[in-house]
């Protein structure tokens, strides 16, 4: 048995961090932002419903299935998130994720209508729906182990303040602007964020060979469970909503 094939994971991943220049702060700093984004996005329309409904001609109530709709979405892709990821690469699945997110965000702004806008949340909320979990296998990946748990906090910081952050930032820029601006803001960050992560992103050994792994075996997917899985979350969200 050859040497590599001897090599733990852990081992595996640390290897590409001994060859690269990149520091691991600028990977840590260009995946957390859009991490940042999304979990933003989770409340920095709740000031705004009013407004939404308003300038859509819809009425408060069914305004609040901008919310529903996005944290459904969100709960439904996170347990598939791993799949995706051994399937079409992380690094590639993260930067598809807020290529996705950002399209999604300017396609919110310009909607005409509440059944655009819910539609576009939804793709909205499972395509940043994979970014956290995502960000925090990159950052593992990408800091030895002695200082993985400062790359955490860093990331916990992130998840904590956004949420917080949120209604304060959507009120003033509903006030000051416009409500379709509070998605706006999404396409300069997204922008900025896809440039950043295509360059300093490299899945590490261990992912390439487990994904090549996975291309010599029929594709398996478990249709029924995650179709029962979508109405579970999607039942529960609407029930606690």
Not at 10 to 37: D, G
Not at 108 to 135: D, E, K, N, V
Request: include cysteine.
């Amino acid at each position: 048995m050859s040497a590599t094939a001897t090599l733990s994971a852990p081992a595996l991943a640390s290897a590409p961090r001994a060859r690269r220049s990149i520091s691991p702060w600028i990977i840590a700093l260009a995946v957390v932002v859009p991490t940042f984004m999304e979990v933003l996005d989770t409340t920095i329309a709740n000031v705004a419903l009013r407004y939404i409904a308003g300038g859509l001609s819809a009425t408060v109530s069914d305004g609040e299935w901008v919310i529903t709709s996005y944290l459904a979405a969100n709960a439904i892709i996170l347990p598939l998130t791993g799949w995706i990821s051994a399937h079409l690469g992380r690094r590639n699945y993260f930067l598809l994720s807020i290529a996705v997110f950002t399209i999604a965000s300017v396609l919110c702004g310009m909607s005409t209508s509440l059944g655009q806008l819910i539609c576009f949340r939804i793709l909205q909320g499972l395509a940043g729906g994979g970014l956290q979990p995502s960000s925090q296998g990159v950052l593992l990946d990408s800091f030895p182990p002695e200082k993985q748990g400062s790359a955490m906090t860093l990331f916990g910081i992130a998840a904590l303040i956004a949420p917080i952050l949120g209604p304060t930032l959507g009120g003033y820029i509903t006030d000051n602007y416009s409500w379709r601006w509070i998605f706006y803001i999404n396409i300069p960050v997204g922008l900025l964020a896809l440039t950043a992560c295509y360059f300093v992103l490299e899945d590490p050994e261990y992912l390439k060979k487990d994904r090549a792994e996975l291309k010599k075996k029929p594709l398996n997917f478990d249709s029924i469970g995650l179709s029962l899985l979508v109405i579970t979350m999607v039942c529960w969200e609407v029930l606690l909503s």
